[in-house]
């Protein structure tokens, strides 16, 4: 009998193991999904960027930024970060903004933007935190006054 059980637990370990790696990949697969896929993230940086140029407290920041291009490299980075099939390929964000004189106000008031555009385009509250805790440990890296 007591056999029995150990074979049991030893299966239901077997099991779990297995599906681990497989669950995690779909909760990855999944916040890309909510979001939208690449549609979907191109519509958040576009209202995002939209909200970020026209805000009073940070839009100086970019006057001189291409602006198409920063839009390109936000899209690639925040698909890779919620799992999508991409891979931001440009400078380290400490290199980016280094110089730039980012206070924590500003980030602030960056991501009060981001929620903006998110919400906006119905995106669902788990995306939305999933994002959000990759992009809050990048701000030793940004904010540099
Ligand atoms: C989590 C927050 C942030 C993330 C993830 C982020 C991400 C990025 C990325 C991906 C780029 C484009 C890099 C490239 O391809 O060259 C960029 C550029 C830039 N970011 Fe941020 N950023 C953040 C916060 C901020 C804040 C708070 C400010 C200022 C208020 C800021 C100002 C800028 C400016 C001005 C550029 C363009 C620099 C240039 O024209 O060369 N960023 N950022």
Known sequence: MRS???????????VVALLVPFTSAIAKNTYYQQFGQKAGIKA???RFVGYVLSDRRISHYF???????LKSALTDQFCQEEGGPCTYTGPSMSSVHRGLGVN??????????????????????????????KLAPMESQIVTR
């Open 4 to 14: 029995v059980h150990i074979n049991l637990i030893r299966r239901a370990v077997v």
């Open 63 to 69: 006057a001189t930024t291409d602006i198409p291009s």
């Open 104 to 133: 924590e106000a500003a980030f602030n008031a960056l991501v009060s933007d981001l929620i903006k555009g998110m919400d906006r385009q119905h995106v669902p509250l788990d995306a939305q935190n999933n994002l959000l805790s």
């Open 44 to 46: 958040v940086v576009n």
